[in-house]
Antibody, heavy 127, light 107 residues
Framework: EVQLVESGGGLVQPGRSLRLSCTAS????????MSWVRQAPGKGLEWVGF??????????EYAASVKGRFTISRDDSKSIAYLQMNSLKTEDTAVYYC??????????????????WGQGTLVTVSS | DIQMTQSPSSLSASVGDRVTITCRAS??????LNWYQQKPGKAPKLLIY???SLQSGVPSRFSGSGSGTDFTLTISSLQPEDFATYYC?????????FGQGTKLEIK
Protein backbone atom coordinates (compact mmCIF):
# COMPACT_ATOMS: atom_id res chain seq x y z
CA GLU A 1 0.00 0.00 0.00
CA VAL A 2 1.36 3.40 -0.98
CA GLN A 3 1.75 5.77 1.94
CA LEU A 4 3.07 9.30 2.17
CA VAL A 5 3.54 10.85 5.60
CA GLU A 6 4.46 14.51 6.03
CA SER A 7 6.10 15.91 9.12
CA GLY A 8 7.81 19.08 10.30
CA GLY A 9 4.95 21.57 10.22
CA GLY A 10 4.28 24.06 12.99
CA LEU A 11 4.25 27.70 13.98
CA VAL A 12 7.11 29.84 12.69
CA GLN A 13 7.78 33.58 12.65
CA PRO A 14 7.93 35.55 9.41
CA GLY A 15 11.40 35.54 7.87
CA ARG A 16 12.37 32.26 9.53
CA SER A 17 12.91 28.82 7.99
CA LEU A 18 11.26 25.43 8.27
CA ARG A 19 11.91 22.04 6.69
CA LEU A 20 9.15 19.59 5.90
CA SER A 21 9.72 15.89 5.31
CA CYS A 22 7.69 13.38 3.34
CA THR A 23 8.38 9.74 4.15
CA ALA A 24 7.19 7.31 1.48
CA SER A 25 6.49 3.60 1.57
CA UNK A 26 4.80 0.96 -0.55
CA UNK A 27 6.48 1.81 -3.87
CA UNK A 28 9.93 2.27 -5.38
CA UNK A 29 10.45 5.86 -4.32
CA UNK A 30 13.41 6.52 -6.59
CA UNK A 31 11.35 5.79 -9.71
CA UNK A 32 8.96 8.71 -9.20
CA UNK A 33 8.90 12.48 -9.28
CA MET A 34 7.57 13.96 -6.05
CA SER A 35 5.60 17.17 -5.70
CA TRP A 36 4.42 19.50 -2.96
CA VAL A 37 0.98 21.12 -3.10
CA ARG A 38 -0.36 23.56 -0.52
CA GLN A 39 -3.75 24.81 0.57
CA ALA A 40 -4.23 28.03 2.52
CA PRO A 41 -7.04 27.95 5.09
CA GLY A 42 -10.40 27.92 3.30
CA LYS A 43 -8.75 28.26 -0.10
CA GLY A 44 -8.01 26.09 -3.12
CA LEU A 45 -5.02 23.99 -4.10
CA GLU A 46 -1.73 25.59 -5.15
CA TRP A 47 1.13 23.62 -6.64
CA VAL A 48 4.44 24.49 -4.95
CA GLY A 49 7.06 22.52 -6.85
CA PHE A 50 8.43 19.12 -7.74
CA UNK A 51 11.62 17.11 -8.02
CA UNK A 52 12.24 14.69 -10.85
CA UNK A 53 13.57 11.21 -10.30
CA UNK A 54 17.32 10.66 -10.60
CA UNK A 55 16.67 8.97 -13.96
CA UNK A 56 15.52 12.37 -15.22
CA UNK A 57 18.28 14.31 -13.56
CA UNK A 58 16.71 14.90 -10.14
CA UNK A 59 16.06 18.49 -11.19
CA UNK A 60 13.43 20.75 -9.68
CA GLU A 61 10.73 23.19 -10.77
CA TYR A 62 8.92 25.73 -8.60
CA ALA A 63 5.90 27.98 -8.64
CA ALA A 64 6.74 31.66 -9.08
CA SER A 65 5.36 32.42 -5.60
CA VAL A 66 8.06 30.34 -3.89
CA LYS A 67 10.94 30.32 -6.38
CA GLY A 68 14.18 31.42 -4.74
CA ARG A 69 12.81 30.80 -1.22
CA PHE A 70 11.82 27.12 -1.25
CA THR A 71 14.00 24.14 -2.17
CA ILE A 72 12.91 20.56 -2.77
CA SER A 73 15.36 17.69 -2.35
CA ARG A 74 15.19 13.93 -2.02
CA ASP A 75 17.03 11.07 -0.34
CA ASP A 76 16.19 7.95 -2.30
CA SER A 77 18.09 5.73 0.16
CA LYS A 78 15.61 6.77 2.87
CA SER A 79 12.55 7.27 0.62
CA ILE A 80 12.16 10.84 1.87
CA ALA A 81 11.40 14.06 0.03
CA TYR A 82 12.09 17.40 1.68
CA LEU A 83 10.73 20.92 1.33
CA GLN A 84 13.09 23.53 2.73
CA MET A 85 11.23 26.80 3.23
CA ASN A 86 13.24 29.97 3.82
CA SER A 87 12.25 33.61 4.26
CA LEU A 88 8.74 32.53 5.18
CA LYS A 89 5.88 34.98 4.74
CA THR A 90 2.46 35.08 6.37
CA GLU A 91 0.96 34.15 3.00
CA ASP A 92 2.83 30.83 3.14
CA THR A 93 0.45 29.71 5.89
CA ALA A 94 -1.18 26.55 4.57
CA VAL A 95 -1.53 22.81 4.81
CA TYR A 96 1.31 21.33 2.79
CA TYR A 97 0.70 18.05 0.98
CA CYS A 98 3.32 15.72 -0.40
CA UNK A 99 2.20 13.97 -3.58
CA UNK A 100 3.52 11.29 -5.86
CA UNK A 101 3.56 12.32 -9.50
CA UNK A 102 2.45 9.38 -11.57
CA UNK A 103 2.22 9.38 -15.33
CA UNK A 104 2.76 7.66 -18.65
CA UNK A 105 3.77 8.29 -22.22
CA UNK A 106 1.57 7.72 -25.21
CA UNK A 107 1.60 8.92 -28.81
CA UNK A 108 0.37 12.36 -27.69
CA UNK A 109 3.03 12.99 -25.10
CA UNK A 110 3.53 12.60 -21.35
CA UNK A 111 0.45 12.60 -19.13
CA UNK A 112 1.10 13.20 -15.44
CA UNK A 113 -1.14 13.44 -12.38
CA UNK A 114 -0.94 13.39 -8.58
CA UNK A 115 -2.06 9.87 -7.77
CA UNK A 116 -1.18 9.60 -4.08
CA TRP A 117 -1.27 12.30 -1.40
CA GLY A 118 -0.12 12.49 2.19
CA GLN A 119 -2.42 13.64 4.98
CA GLY A 120 -0.84 17.09 5.00
CA THR A 121 1.02 19.11 7.59
CA LEU A 122 0.01 22.59 8.72
CA VAL A 123 2.51 25.44 8.52
CA THR A 124 1.50 28.65 10.26
CA VAL A 125 3.61 31.74 9.67
CA SER A 126 2.81 34.35 12.28
CA SER A 127 4.52 36.62 14.76
CA ASP B 1 0.81 30.35 -16.72
CA ILE B 2 -2.24 28.44 -17.89
CA GLN B 3 -5.32 29.59 -16.00
CA MET B 4 -8.03 27.09 -15.12
CA THR B 5 -11.56 28.33 -14.44
CA GLN B 6 -14.26 26.10 -13.00
CA SER B 7 -17.99 26.68 -13.03
CA PRO B 8 -20.02 26.84 -11.03
CA SER B 9 -18.07 27.72 -7.86
CA SER B 10 -20.77 26.00 -5.82
CA LEU B 11 -23.66 23.75 -6.58
CA SER B 12 -26.57 22.32 -4.60
CA ALA B 13 -27.98 18.98 -5.66
CA SER B 14 -29.89 15.99 -4.30
CA VAL B 15 -28.99 12.33 -3.97
CA GLY B 16 -29.70 10.66 -7.29
CA ASP B 17 -29.20 13.81 -9.38
CA ARG B 18 -26.97 13.96 -12.43
CA VAL B 19 -24.38 16.70 -11.96
CA THR B 20 -21.94 18.33 -14.36
CA ILE B 21 -18.99 20.55 -13.44
CA THR B 22 -17.13 22.51 -16.09
CA CYS B 23 -13.46 23.46 -16.33
CA ARG B 24 -12.08 25.85 -18.93
CA ALA B 25 -8.39 26.39 -19.74
CA SER B 26 -6.97 29.73 -20.85
CA UNK B 27 -5.31 27.98 -23.81
CA UNK B 28 -5.61 24.62 -25.49
CA UNK B 29 -4.31 21.80 -23.29
CA UNK B 30 -5.34 18.86 -25.48
CA UNK B 31 -6.42 16.12 -23.03
CA UNK B 32 -3.96 17.04 -20.28
CA LEU B 33 -6.62 17.47 -17.62
CA ASN B 34 -7.14 15.76 -14.28
CA TRP B 35 -9.96 15.87 -11.73
CA TYR B 36 -9.71 15.53 -7.95
CA GLN B 37 -12.22 15.20 -5.11
CA GLN B 38 -11.54 16.67 -1.69
CA LYS B 39 -13.61 16.13 1.44
CA PRO B 40 -13.30 18.46 4.46
CA GLY B 41 -10.13 17.90 6.43
CA LYS B 42 -8.86 15.29 3.98
CA ALA B 43 -6.29 15.18 1.19
CA PRO B 44 -7.49 15.38 -2.42
CA LYS B 45 -8.12 12.14 -4.27
CA LEU B 46 -7.49 11.57 -7.97
CA LEU B 47 -10.69 10.71 -9.85
CA ILE B 48 -10.00 11.19 -13.56
CA TYR B 49 -6.77 11.62 -15.51
CA UNK B 50 -6.10 12.47 -19.14
CA UNK B 51 -9.55 14.07 -19.32
CA UNK B 52 -11.54 10.83 -19.43
CA SER B 53 -9.61 7.95 -17.84
CA LEU B 54 -11.05 6.69 -14.58
CA GLN B 55 -8.51 6.17 -11.80
CA SER B 56 -8.47 2.66 -10.38
CA GLY B 57 -11.03 2.16 -7.63
CA VAL B 58 -13.16 5.19 -8.54
CA PRO B 59 -16.86 4.39 -9.06
CA SER B 60 -18.08 4.33 -12.65
CA ARG B 61 -20.72 7.01 -11.93
CA PHE B 62 -17.83 9.49 -12.35
CA SER B 63 -16.85 10.34 -15.90
CA GLY B 64 -14.84 13.03 -17.64
CA SER B 65 -14.89 14.44 -21.12
CA GLY B 66 -13.52 17.23 -23.26
CA SER B 67 -10.37 18.33 -25.01
CA GLY B 68 -8.74 21.59 -26.04
CA THR B 69 -10.05 24.23 -23.64
CA ASP B 70 -13.37 22.87 -22.35
CA PHE B 71 -13.82 19.91 -20.03
CA THR B 72 -16.57 18.40 -17.90
CA LEU B 73 -16.79 16.12 -14.89
CA THR B 74 -20.11 14.30 -14.65
CA ILE B 75 -21.52 12.35 -11.74
CA SER B 76 -24.36 10.27 -13.16
CA SER B 77 -26.27 9.64 -9.94
CA LEU B 78 -25.13 11.50 -6.84
CA GLN B 79 -24.45 9.45 -3.74
CA PRO B 80 -24.21 10.85 -0.19
CA GLU B 81 -20.43 10.35 -0.18
CA ASP B 82 -20.01 12.51 -3.31
CA PHE B 83 -20.69 15.78 -1.53
CA ALA B 84 -17.25 17.38 -1.58
CA THR B 85 -15.17 19.95 -3.42
CA TYR B 86 -13.89 19.10 -6.91
CA TYR B 87 -10.80 20.52 -8.59
CA CYS B 88 -9.52 20.32 -12.13
CA UNK B 89 -5.78 20.51 -12.85
CA UNK B 90 -3.90 20.90 -16.12
CA UNK B 91 -0.80 18.83 -16.80
CA UNK B 92 -0.06 20.31 -20.24
CA UNK B 93 2.59 22.54 -18.74
CA UNK B 94 5.54 21.42 -16.64
CA UNK B 95 4.10 23.85 -14.08
CA UNK B 96 0.64 22.53 -13.22
CA UNK B 97 -2.26 24.74 -12.21
CA PHE B 98 -5.55 23.96 -10.48
CA GLY B 99 -9.00 25.39 -10.92
CA GLN B 100 -10.45 27.29 -7.98
CA GLY B 101 -12.73 24.41 -7.01
CA THR B 102 -16.44 23.58 -7.14
CA LYS B 103 -18.16 22.87 -3.85
CA LEU B 104 -20.96 20.35 -4.23
CA GLU B 105 -23.50 20.63 -1.43
CA ILE B 106 -26.62 18.76 -0.44
CA LYS B 107 -29.89 20.45 -1.41
Amino acid sequence: EVQLVESGGGLVQPGRSLRLSCTASGFTFGDYAMSWVRQAPGKGLEWVGFIRSKAYGGTTEYAASVKGRFTISRDDSKSIAYLQMNSLKTEDTAVYYCTRRGGYYDSSGYFYYFDYWGQGTLVTVSS
Amino acid sequence: DIQMTQSPSSLSASVGDRVTITCRASQSISSYLNWYQQKPGKAPKLLIYAASSLQSGVPSRFSGSGSGTDFTLTISSLQPEDFATYYCQQSYSTLPTFGQGTKLEIK
